[in-house]
């Protein structure tokens, strides 16, 4: 069965970074395009990255662009996100999924931003 284990969240200071890790077992790893969502309290789901098969195309939401990256290592079946500049309103429950099914998540690693 799919399973997805984030990890590497935590509690930051502004302009501080993170680096996230998504683990994955359970289907061929790098067959699959994969993405980074993140939901603040109260707010909807958001599609922070994505990744394509062999990480040859990455995307980013606007409010991003230009201090995460995106990554995979197709050999150990990781995702990651590097997370530089973070900003109060990056505060989130961060989850990693298969871009075809973004609603199959893992449990989530919080990512706290705060003086």
């Known amino acids: 069965q799919v399973q997805l284990v984030e990890s590497g969240g935590g509690l930051v200071q502004p302009g501080g970074s993170l680096t996230l890790s998504c683990k994955a077992s359970?289907?061929?790893?790098?067959?699959?395009?994969m993405t980074w969502v993140r939901q603040a309290p109260g707010k909807a789901i958001e599609m922070v990255s994505t990744?394509?098969?062999?990480?040859?195309?990455?995307a980013y939401v606007d409010a991003v662009k230009g201090r995460f990256t995106v990554s995979r290592d197709d050999a150990k079946n990781i995702l990651y996100l590097q997370m530089n500049g973070l900003k109060p309103e990056d505060t989130a429950m961060y989850y990693c999924?298969?871009?075809?099914?973004?609603?199959?998540r893992g449990q989530g690693t919080q990512v706290t931003v705060s003086p």
């Open positions: 359970g289907f061929t790893f790098s067959r699959h395009a």
């Open positions: 999924a298969k871009l075809t099914e973004p609603s199959a």
């Open positions: 990744i394509t098969t062999g990480g040859t195309s990455t």
